[in-house]
């Protein structure tokens, strides 16, 4: 058993507007906006690092739940866009939280990355006591790299979330998770060291809008929960038309799916912690209610994840 205590965020100051990101590939922010429901996004500063965003991230869901670093069981970093191959993130991260000689994990995933760590803190906080979970992303240096794709640059900002998982107490039970994975499509997403991002645009919808609605039905006929009786769907914040496309495949209103993507385009592994923070502080949990997670990204990876409010 384990609950979801709290979340906690992090967004740059610099938003790029989706007019300038349309100039980058000669279109303008109309075009933007209706192939991706973004207006604008977040970019980081050329000094901070994925470790600086993920602290502060982490620092924002620790202070909330008023829990100091040090007492942390474990702490899971998900990104796609560490400045090295190593030491990953989680170690910088931990040390500037303050959290000494608690164990860091980096999980090196994009978009899915943080749906997987939530799962694994699941399983391991009964043993290691509360895991905070983050992930943190500065995909604007990939996607300002040369040549800059149509259909790739216009989608990405720089963001940091997080989330604490406790073994005993919190606002919602993790009830249930599934995730999958299938490298057959790894060469449809990918990021070669110090290339631009490569995407098979068409592969990554046609199986995105597959893959996540079937791994919801999954979770919820598992645990005999109608997708109608879900109080809200936290999602990677990929694109607006996949959700609404999702929202349509399991027959429920669109609004039920929370979306922030048109302030913060998409952040990668850090979107579904951001959008559930956003969330939590607008709307929460309710109790007995389920609330359903779920995430596609590079790999592929793909999954979700069962709460109830407590």
Known sequence: MAFIAEFGCWLPEHIVTSAEAGSWVGSDAEWVRNVSGIDERRFAAETD????????AGADCLGRAGLAAKHL??????????ERSFPGPACAAARLLGAEHVPALDIPMASAGSLFALSLASRLAGQLGPILVIGAEIMSRVVLREPRERGVA???????????????AGRAEI???FLASDGSFADDLKLDHGAPLQMNGRSVILQASRKIPAAIRTV?????VAPAAVQSFLMHQANQNLLDKIAASLGVPPERFFSNIRRYGNTSSASLLIAACEWSRAEG?????PVVFAAFGAGFHWGALLARGV
């Open 154 to 168: 216009i989608l990405f900002g720089d963001g940091a979330g997080a989330c604490l998982v406790s073994p005993n």
């Open 73 to 82: 069981g474990m702490i899971l970093v998900a990104s796609g866009t560490a």
């Open 175 to 177: 009830i249930d998770s």
């Open 220 to 224: 919820l006929d598992r645990n005999g």
């Open 285 to 289: 949990f309710r109790s007995g209610a």
């Open 49 to 56: 690092t994925v470790a600086d965003l993920a602290a502060r």
